[in-house]
């Protein structure tokens, strides 16, 4: 784990990295920037869908190469990817933050949108994550919900427009062709760890 200064984190799956993504992850580097540290983006691979509800028709926007290609691309300076494994979708939020957020990253913010859950069974909801954080001293950074057209931008949103095959309005949220992939690209996000 390479020495971080001052980092800013922000977690979640970020499949996609739609809009409402692209909108923390502004947050999040603009945060970083002025606390003259560095933006960390914590995800995991395979998407916890995957693992969770494995019979499910869930499927993901993209490969996690390509949300990591898209998360580098607004300017992120490291993402952590964790492999979500049936051991680790059953720790606790607090032994997630105490071993990851707190122990590995040793953040000193969180950027949260207000809908955020984490830790086994979504256990670890805002309240619970913010007291958490308070007695750390991490500061959360609130971020608002993003619209476009008056409709919350959600990735099980895209999954649907792509199943009802509206590219359109699947291109619009996402805020790229979706038909763009990885191997069309010339650069790889390196600094994942």
């Given at each position: 784990?390479?020495?971080?200064?001052?980092?800013?984190?922000?977690?979640?799956?970020?499949?996609?990295?739609?809009?409402?993504?692209?909108?923390?992850?502004?947050?999040?580097?603009?945060?970083?920037?002025?606390?003259?540290?560095?933006?960390?983006?914590?995800?995991?691979?395979?998407?916890?869908?995957?693992?969770?509800?494995?019979?499910?028709?869930?499927?993901?926007?993209?490969?996690v190469e390509e949300?990591?290609?898209?998360?580098?691309?607004?300017?992120?300076?490291?993402?952590?990817?964790?492999?979500?494994?049936?051991?680790?979708?059953?720790?606790?939020?607090?032994?997630?933050?105490?071993?990851?957020?707190?122990?590995?990253?040793?953040?000193?913010?969180?950027?949260?949108?207000?809908?955020?859950?984490?830790?086994?069974?979504?256990?670890?909801?805002?309240?619970?994550?913010?007291?958490?954080?308070?007695?750390?001293?991490?500061?959360?950074?609130?971020?608002?919900?993003?619209?476009?057209?008056?409709?919350?931008?959600?990735?099980?949103?895209?999954?649907?427009?792509?199943?009802?095959?509206?590219?359109?309005?699947?291109?619009?949220?996402?805020?790229?062709?979706?038909?763009?992939?990885?191997?069309?690209?010339?650069?790889?996000?390196?600094?994942?760890?």
């Open positions: 784990m390479p020495e971080l200064v001052s980092p800013v984190v922000a977690i979640g799956s970020f499949d996609g990295v739609h809009l409402g993504h692209r909108q923390i992850l502004r947050y999040l580097c603009e945060e970083a920037h002025r606390r003259n540290g560095q933006s960390v983006v914590v995800t995991f691979d395979p998407h916890p869908q995957v693992l969770v509800n494995p019979n499910s028709d869930f499927f993901t926007i993209n490969t949300n990591l290609y898209l998360i580098g691309a607004q300017g992120v300076d490291l993402a952590l990817v964790i492999p979500f494994t049936k051991e680790f979708s059953k720790l606790s939020y607090v032994e997630f933050f105490e071993q990851y957020i707190f122990g590995w990253l040793h953040a000193g913010a969180l950027v949260m949108g207000p809908n955020h859950a984490i830790g086994h069974n979504r256990e670890g909801d805002r309240m619970k994550i913010e007291d958490l954080c308070q007695r750390h001293h991490v500061q959360i950074i609130d971020i608002p919900e993003f619209m476009c057209h008056d409709a919350k931008v959600h990735s099980s949103t895209i999954r649907k427009l792509i199943l009802e095959k509206q590219f359109d309005k699947v291109d619009e949220l996402l805020g790229y062709h979706y038909h763009l992939k990885a191997e069309d690209r010339k650069e790889t996000f390196q600094n994942k760890i």
